[in-house]
């Protein structure tokens, strides 16, 4: 157990729907991540929040958005899901934002859009 | 833009036997892991990687790290059926914006059979 936390842990909603993924870091870690893995792309990087604060943005699509509240909790908000949106989430904390901190992933929530 | 190429991508092991897994990086990076995943199931680290030349071993496993060749290599030593899944490497780059945020290989899944 790594510590983060991830709620759902799965997902099954339509096409055209809105959900929302929420991840609570380890205690003390200051740094969330949000990745995406699918049959097709694999695992890549979605956002990193630090301190509530956008520090790095990947291959994000515009119907995605996420935030990162004042407890450090996240929150990763997809709308006008398509069905290749199905994909396991992760959410990932670290202490710092930087490249020397390691992250720690979440179980992830398991998201299918039918 | 860096970019992370794991193979083989798939691996049919007996018992027994030895094998490699190779990860290649297309840009600097200040440090490599390399990480365990079950099916369904979230990312589990193995080993982190920090400098040029760096081997660290665990059970079976073991970790080494060329920089100057930007290659990692996983190195499975008898292998027993416990070891079978998929394992990536990932890279951090080096400075600039990549702050946090991990480029993964496509990962190698790996069966080991008796």
């Known amino acids: 157990d790594s510590g983060v936390t991830q709620t759902p842990k799965h997902l099954i909603t339509a096409t055209g729907q809105r959900v929302t993924l929420r991840c609570s870091p380890r205690?003390?870690?200051?740094?969330v991540y949000w990745y995406q893995q699918s049959l097709d792309q694999g695992l890549q990087f979605l956002i990193q929040?630090?301190?509530?604060?956008?520090?790095a943005k990947g291959n994000i699509l515009e119907r995605f958005s996420a935030q990162q509240f004042p407890d450090l909790h996240s929150e990763l908000n997809l709308s006008s899901l398509e069905l290749g949106d199905s994909a396991l989430y992760f959410c990932?904390?670290?202490?710092?934002?930087?490249?020397?901190?390691?992250?720690?992933f979440g179980p992830g929530t398991r998201l299918t859009v039918l | 833009e860096l970019k992370v190429e794991q193979n083989p991508l798939f691996l049919s092991m007996q018992e027994g036997k030895n094998y490699t897994i190779y990860c290649n990086y297309s840009?600097?990076?200040?440090?490599l892991y390399w990480y365990r995943q079950d099916p369904g199931k979230s990312l589990e680290s193995l080993f982190v990687?920090?400098?040029?030349?760096a081997v660290k071993q665990e059970g079976r496993l073991m970790a080494s790290l060329d920089t100057k060749a930007r290659l990692s290599t996983l190195h499975i030593t008898a292998a027993v059926h416990d070891l079978s899944a998929t394992y990536f490497c990932?890279?951090?780059?080096?400075?600039?914006?990549?702050?946090?945020?991990?480029?993964f290989g496509q990962g190698t899944i790996l069966t080991v059979h008796p």
């Open positions: 990932a904390s670290s202490v710092g934002a930087g490249l020397y901190n390691e992250q720690f």
């Open positions: 205690s003390g870690d200051l740094s």
């Open positions: 929040y630090y301190n509530g604060e956008e520090r």
């Open positions: 840009t600097t990076s200040d440090r």
């Open positions: 990687l920090l400098s040029n030349g």
């Open positions: 990932a890279s951090v780059g080096a400075g600039g914006t990549s702050y946090g945020k991990l480029t």
